[in-house]
């Protein structure tokens, strides 16, 4: 970008993170996770979605099996289609049906602000939206949501009983959000129920993005996305292109992402 002249570079993220990319945008404004490691073992409930963490993240699985063992209070659900080894720590699975998650997280939205689970000041002073966010989730509709998804009510109201109830929970998530058609979505959804009862920036809680590759936030930070610059920084921001060009001291700096002509594209496809 700085000295080749092409904007044309992409790391594993684009492949593993990229829903979280945008999604943390669309919430954040900037592309950071709002959470450390030690928030899991610090968690009163852990929620697992779309991620194997036993055969993905063994470490970070051992961990959170340490601190329930160490604290049997602790609650661990796992939200997932299939029945996979992580499930062994789980004391709620809500085998959910694919590509089910927005619609369990809006409803959860929905739940939290009807058993008013509202964080009023948190809302107030660090967020925008609420109105319109409430809209996109729609009414809390317990029967639509649960055959939706593929879930019973009573399943459905234990988890969002549990969520509601316990003050520091984190909930992860991996590649089963991130890959899918509507992974952005999935992203916010989730992240909208922190926001809405201030369950974020504080120790045990928040949402929290785990990698499907190793170190796709490290390839981030430095830049490795066609659309983005180091430190998170964007490409088609004047200010941010500058100041990435005066610390690299580069003659020049691509200033957008470099797609493809149109036909080059299509002959690339029939080679490919």
């Not at 080894?85 to 709620?92: F, K, N, P, Q, S």
């Not at 020049?252 to 029939?270: S, V």
């Amino acid at each position: 970008k700085g000295f080749i002249g092409t904007a044309n570079i992409d790391t594993n993220s684009r492949l593993c993170m990229a829903s979280s990319v945008a999604g943390h945008k669309r919430a954040f404004g900037a592309d950071t996770v709002p959470g450390t490691y030690e928030d899991l073992e610090e968690a009163d409930l852990v929620v697992l979605v779309g991620s194997n963490l036993a055969w993905c993240h063994p470490v970070l699985y051992q961990r959170i099996a340490a601190a329930k063992e160490a604290r049997p209070e602790m609650r661990v659900v796992l939200i997932d289609p299939r029945r996979t080894m992580t499930a062994e720590i789980a004391d709620l699975h809500l085998p959910i049906s694919s590509d089910g998650d927005v619609a369990l997280f809006n409803g959860l939205l929905a739940y939290l602000v009807a058993t008013d689970h509202i964080n009023h000041g948190y809302v107030g002073k660090h967020t925008a939206g609420l109105d319109e966010a409430l809209a996109a989730a729609g009414s809390l509709q317990l029967g639509v949501i649960a055959a939706q998804i593929g879930l019973t009510v009573e399943t459905l109201l234990a988890f969002y009983a549990l969520f509601a109830d316990r003050e520091k929970v984190v909930t992860v998530y991996s590649q089963g959000v991130n890959q899918s058609t509507a992974g952005t979505d999935k992203v916010n959804a989730i992240i909208n129920c922190h926001l809405v009862t201030g369950r974020i920036g504080r120790p045990g809680m928040g949402p929290f993005s785990v990698t499907g590759q190793p170190n796709a936030m490290g390839g981030r930070e430095v830049g490795g996305l066609a659309n983005m610059l180091a430190a998170h920084m964007e490409i088609e921001n004047p200010g941010h292109r500058d100041l990435v060009q005066r610390f690299w001291q580069s003659p020049g700096l691509f200033p957008k992402p470099h797609h493809l002509p149109k036909e080059r594209g299509k002959e690339i496809a029939r080679l490919g």
